[in-house]
């Protein structure tokens, strides 16, 4: 329906680059701080954000029981082709996500596809020129979102993943098709709930993006009522992690009233999602203007004035009620109609201006960071660089304060090392491959390790094929065992241990030259 077209836009501009190219303060509204709290209340309200989210009626709260508020952007990319978010092919990732926070904006929206598990995964259309995404060379897709994530909690920013479609061709009305069941789903929910557990940047899960007919609200069939699959969904990725949100989206259509795909949560007042972990569910509703499809509000004599109405009756409802935190997870527009441009000040007001409510308000992440979003463009211009002022100037009043960065606070939630953590932390590494010298008989490179978990590290190792006859000549900070094509480097007594966020790098030699960059692993204790 309407996201079948811009999908295939967003991919066919994609392709063509491919080719061209070779935040105000917040007012917390909650309980008023007993006397022994006010001298320290302002530093409490400064770190807002800390640690694991939970919720609160309408409201998400940190570790510190403080309201918290989402105000974020979609980078999307992982869930295409491509495997990986769009854009590498024109900048580096980190000045993106400081281009990011630097516009005021405290949350990506990360949408992924489940080929990001397939082991013929690649990710592609990356550019390593001038040191641009250097250390993102030779790795794979969920190496590259173990990278992001990192850099993007470095800089107090949250991130929501978001399972956006079973496989890259397309996105399906259901949870599952036929090439991607059910099983494989909540299989690999659970994989991501465990890659980050113990990492509070990574704060919750989108199960799924966009349900649309013939999904149900409600209707009993598990076949096709995404209510039953969130839950069956939610709770299996709880039981890995259960410090996470789970974030369910709506459907298109509930007792024969239609809406946006994923956008329709009438059904929530009758049938509300319920988890074996109370307190972890945040509704999702997507809502668009005119460039993306037609909509009879959008002709009603009273527009915009009846979108708050509207609004309630979908979704907003829930809020007002005080059922549970509602976060508008997509909303875009190319702003080139009238029309579009008062949905957008509309919506944009009854989200609640940030300077009025502080996170007393509804969350959202704006569709998009991309510029090649075929019906709403974005808010970077096709150069990938240069800010669409006028649209990002509309959501000036609803942006929020960033968090925190890293970890959280020994402590909470969040802290690894916290024992009440029932999760622990999971050990993890990065590696990245890069060659310093190549001339024909021989070649010198280095290899980079990260820490990328959550948790010091005692040991690792790194591991490469090439798929040339090369050999190691020397080797220094790392001892090496060489296999045929395959070579295994373990670290040094002085270089094993490795704090959360923290590198080590060893060197060798080689020969003959020529063989570029292969692939690396890394695995760590």
């Known amino acids: 329906m309407f996201r079948s077209l811009r999908r295939a836009l967003c991919a066919a501009a994609a392709a063509l680059l491919l080719i061209l190219a070779g935040v105000g303060a917040q007012t917390v509204h909650a309980a008023p701080a007993a006397p022994a709290d006010r001298a320290d209340a302002g530093d409490r309200a400064a770190a807002a954000g800390a640690g694991y989210w939970h919720t609160s009626g309408r409201q998400m709260l940190d570790a510190a029981g403080q309201p918290v508020r989402i105000a974020g952007i979609n980078w999307f990319g992982f869930e295409t082709a491509n495997h990986t978010p769009h854009g590498l092919w024109a900048r580096d990732y980190k000045s993106m996500i400081d281009q990011m926070k630097s516009l005021g904006y405290n949350t990506i929206r990360l949408p992924y596809s489940d080929d990001l598990f397939k082991s013929g995964t690649v990710p592609n259309s990356i550019d390593f020129s001038g040191g641009k995404n250097a250390d993102l060379q030779g790795l794979g897709s969920l190496q590259i979102m173990d990278r992001i994530v990192a850099y993007a909690g470095q800089g107090g920013l949250k991130v929501v993943l978001d399972r956006h479609r079973p496989d890259a061709a397309g996105q399906s009305a259901l949870w599952y098709t036929s090439a991607v069941p059910e099983s494989t789903w909540i299989a690999n929910l659970k994989a991501l709930a465990t890659r980050y557990r113990g990492n509070p940047t990574v704060i919750g899960i989108d199960l799924h993006n966009e349900p649309h007919d013939p999904a149900c609200w409600g209707c009993g069939d598990t076949t096709r009522d995404w209510r039953l699959a969130a839950q069956r969904a939610g709770n299996a990725v709880l039981s890995v992690n259960p410090e996470l949100l789970i974030f369910v989206e709506g459907v298109q259509t509930f007792n024969g009233v239609s809406g946006w795909w994923g956008g329709n949560l009438m059904g929530v007042a009758q049938y509300p999602v319920q988890l074996d972990v109370p307190n972890r569910v945040v509704y999702s509703a997507h809502d668009y203007a005119t460039s993306v499809a037609q909509q009879s509000w959008f002709s009603d004599p009273a527009f915009p004035a009846n979108m708050p109405g509207i609004w309630d009756k979908y979704w907003g409802y829930i809020f007002k009620q005080n059922i549970a935190p509602v976060w508008v997870g997509e909303f875009g527009t ?192």
Not at 363 to 368: A, D, K, P, V
Not at 429 to 437: D, F, K, M, P
Not at 439 to 468: H, P, R
């Open 334 to 525: 190319t702003l080139q109609s009238t029309i579009d441009q008062k949905w957008l000040a509309a919506l944009v007001s009854y989200l609640r201006p940030t300077s009025t409510y502080g996170a007393d308000s509804i969350s959202w992440t704006f569709w998009s960071w991309n510029p090649n979003s075929g019906d709403t463009g974005g808010i970077l211009k096709d150069d990938w660089t240069t800010v669409d002022t006028v649209k990002d100037g509309y959501l000036a009043s609803v942006k929020a304060p960033g968090f925190p960065s890293g970890g959280g606070d020994p402590g909470d939630p969040g802290d690894p090392g916290d024992p009440g953590d029932p999760g622990g932390g999971t050990a993890a590494c990065t590696a990245a491959y890069t060659v310093s010298s190549d001339w024909g008989g021989g070649f010198n490179a280095e290899v980079k390790v990260t820490n990328s978990g959550a948790v010091a590290l005692k040991s690792w190792k790194v591991t490469w094929t090439w798929s040339g006859a090369q050999k190691v000549t020397s080797m220094w900070n790392a001892s090496y065992t060489q296999t045929g094509s395959t070579v295994t480097a373990a670290n040094a007594d002085h270089n094993g241990a490795l704090a959360v966020g923290g590198s080590a790098t060893f060197g060798f030699g080689g020969a003959p030259g020529g063989g570029g960059v292969p692939g690396v692993s890394c695995t760590a204790t």
